[in-house]
């Protein structure tokens, strides 16, 4: 028996347009240090409205635990944790999980079952706050969902999208731009530029328009798994916890979200999916993943140097030949542009900095004869999936599927994801709704469709067709050899031979031990092109309670400086892109630096569950609604 009471109820019925209602700062878990005593927030509709008719499957939360005193001995996991049941539950509110959350409510309002309920948890506190991307957008899959998306006579149309106007692709030496033949898959005609970070925030309003039951501020961590072993939904992680592992006089409980099936669609590297990756053994007949690291800005720059809808990409310089990447320039809105670097995370070199690697291209003339008399005023970086065809997981399991880049469906050569995510949702989402009409409300859900249909698809067909690509620069022609074949196969080939190159290594296994390579030095920043990396953290408005358990999880922070400290010399602080990991010199250690985790900086990139070389930081979800708050990314 619960030994809780319920603190708010909200009647589903009817939710969407009473949320419409609730100021979105009511909705929003937030937290400072400065706030550390208060509660935490969520959104309670019925503190400000009341709510008409029959509570139909209550939605409800955990009171906080005002204590008296801490007892040591007390176990949270000793209160129950409320729950809540839906049709289809959906973690991750990215373009992926809401195309999926979009598309079944479509098809539950065209049959007339507006009570079907699906229900998304995103761990950022408002929509959109922790999406990156360059971004030109193909937009066959937004077509699909909304045909009208930029009709002029759509009042909820979206309004930020700029029509790519012309591609240039560029080699770059230090100093000179090397004009090349853009590749057939770099074909931007048709495509739009957007903020990846406005167009999500879009889909979810049209997302709470159709019935989805939207909560931001919610950070699932954990999932839950029937008798029989398959998924029975996902808990949220308990708020009020201290730094020490003890309940705080604010403590609450997670909650339970019990679905018939359950999405995955956290984005790269997400948390969870590692857990049903593993669990079920998804990665049997394919090949591990492979990432890289975009770094980002937008700028405002002067009128006279802004080429509305250009896209440019470059390659070479700074990156040594043996490292895989590129940059890109897009010219968007009014007077902006997103540039970027996107780092392969197989590179061998320790001493390398993806953070400093980009603000040196930003002073390759190229860059900054644009940037020169502008304004920074935004920054940010992600991990994104590289491994492409090779790496395609199974994407369905008992009571749950994989969509979008958590499964990993970038295609790289054409720099864009966002279609293909957005189609694998819609994909699962068709698959869902026809094994719920036809199974019993008992019985386990198995996506059989799902897999079907995407073997089918152009999402399945777009990757075939460029699959040796990546992996040509990891054979042992090295780069040039890639650039030579990856042209054969963009103009010649298109993906019609016999064979499949595979991925040689993992991105951590790759790494060299720092005695090993040349050591490399950055500029000093300058404050106008370039920037220190807390500037630029100060620039994606991230913010974690500083009492709470960090969620970059290393077991023993000493074994972990022993092992890794003297083959690779602080690794972890270059490859971070927000200034978390760091080693001190502390003459009471061993090795006279002590590893130093600072979690208030993370900017959710995941890169360091990805590179770490001994596999042995975890990357877990914090409390909700904390992280980065983009703008304009």
């Known amino acids: 028996m619960s030994t809780s009471a319920p603190l708010r109820v909200l009647a589903r019925r009817g939710a969407p347009s009473i949320r419409s209602k609730i100021p979105r700062s009511a909705c929003t878990a937030s ?39 801490v007892d040591d001995s007390f176990d949270p996991k000793t209160i129950e944790r409320e729950s809540d049941e839906v049709d289809v539950c959906i973690v991750g509110g990215g373009p992926a999980g809401l195309s999926a959350a979009i598309r079944l409510k479509q098809l539950a309002n065209e049959n007339g079952n507006e009570d079907f309920r699906v229900l998304l948890l995103e761990k950022a506190g408002e929509i959109g706050a922790h999406i990156l991307s360059g971004a030109v957008i193909n937009p066959v899959a937004v077509k699909e969902l909304f045909p009208d998306w930029l009709d002029e006579a759509n009042e909820n149309r979206f309004d930020n999208a700029t029509p790519a106007t012309s591609d240039t692709f560029r080699f770059l030496t230090q100093n000179r731009a090397v004009p090349l033949p853009p590749p057939p898959q770099m074909n931007n005609h048709g495509n739009y530029i957007v903020s990846l970070n406005q167009f999500t925030k879009w889909l979810g309003e049209r997302a709470e328009e159709v019935g989805v039951e939207v909560y931001p501020g919610f ?12 998924v029975l939904g996902v808990a949220t992680n308990d708020l009020g916890i201290g730094r020490n592992g003890k309940p705080k006089d604010n403590f609450e409980r997670g909650m339970e979200f019990h679905a018939r099936v359950t999405f995955f669609a956290e984005g790269c590297h997400g948390s969870l999916t590692k857990q049903v990756v593993k669990k079920f053994d998804l990665r049997r007949d394919s090949q591990h993943q492979t990432y890289g690291l975009g770094v980002k800005e937008v700028w405002e720059v002067q009128p006279e140097k802004f080429r509305k809808g250009e896209v440019v990409h470059s390659m070479g310089y700074p990156l040594p030949l043996d490292t895989y ?47 020169e008399g502008g304004k920074c005023i935004s920054y940010g970086a992600r991990a994104l999936s590289e491994g492409g065809f090779q790496s395609i997981p199974k994407v369905a399991f008992p009571g749950g599927a994989l969509i979008g880049d958590s499964a990993g469906f970038v295609n ?105 390579c040349p050591k490399i030095e950055y500029p000093k920043p300058d404050g106008k092109i370039t920037f220190d990396i807390l500037t630029s953290v100060s620039r994606t408005g991230t913010n974690h309670e500083e009492d709470e358990p960090v969620h970059l999880q290393v077991k023993d922070w000493d074994a972990h400086t022993q092992e890794t400290w003297p083959k690779y010399k602080g690794l972890e602080n270059r490859f971070c892109p927000a200034g978390v990991y760091e080693y001190v010199e502390d003459d009471s250690k061993p090795l006279g630096v002590r590893f130093q985790i600072n979690s208030q900086n993370c900017i959710h990139c995941k890169t360091c569950d990805i590179k770490a070389p001994h596999q042995d930081i975890n990357w877990a979800v914090p409390q909700g609604g904390e992280g980065p708050k983009y703008y304009m990314t």
Not at 48 to 62: E, K, L, Q
Not at 219 to 228: C, I, Q, R
Not at 334 to 345: E, K, P, R
Request: aromatic share 12%; net charge positive; hydrophobic share 40%.
């Open 31 to 69: 937290y400072s240090s400065s706030l550390a005593a208060a509660p935490p927030r969520r959104c309670n509709a019925t503190a400000a409205f009341p709510i008409a008719g029959p509570a139909i499957r209550a939605f409800s939360t955990t009171r906080p635990r005002h204590l008296a005193s």
């Open 219 to 230: 950070a699932a961590s954990e999932v839950l798994y029937k008798p029989d072993g398959s």
């Open 325 to 371: 990447g590129g940059g890109w320039l897009y010219h968007f809105g009014d007077n902006l542009v997103s540039i970027g670097l996107v780092v392969a995370l197989d590179y061998k070199n320790p001493w390398m900095s993806p953070y400093g690697e980009f603000q040196k291209m930003k002073q390759h003339p190229l860059y900054r004869s644009v940037l």
């Open 412 to 516: 790289v050569p054409q720099v864009k994801g966002t279609h293909n995510a957005m189609r694998t949702g819609m994909l699962a989402a068709e698959a869902a709704w026809g094994a719920l009409a036809e199974g019993s409300e008992d019985s386990s859900v198995f996506l059989y469709d799902y897999e079907d249909s995407l073997r089918k698809s152009s999402v399945w067909k777009e990757l075939k067709e460029v699959r040796n690509m990546r992996p040509s620069f990891q054979t042992p022609l090295g780069a040039v050899g890639g650039v030579m074949y990856s042209g054969l196969e963009a103009f010649v080939f298109k993906g019609r031979v016999p064979w499949t190159l595979k991925h040689r290594h993992t991105d951590y296994g790759a790494t060299k031990h720092a005695d090993s």
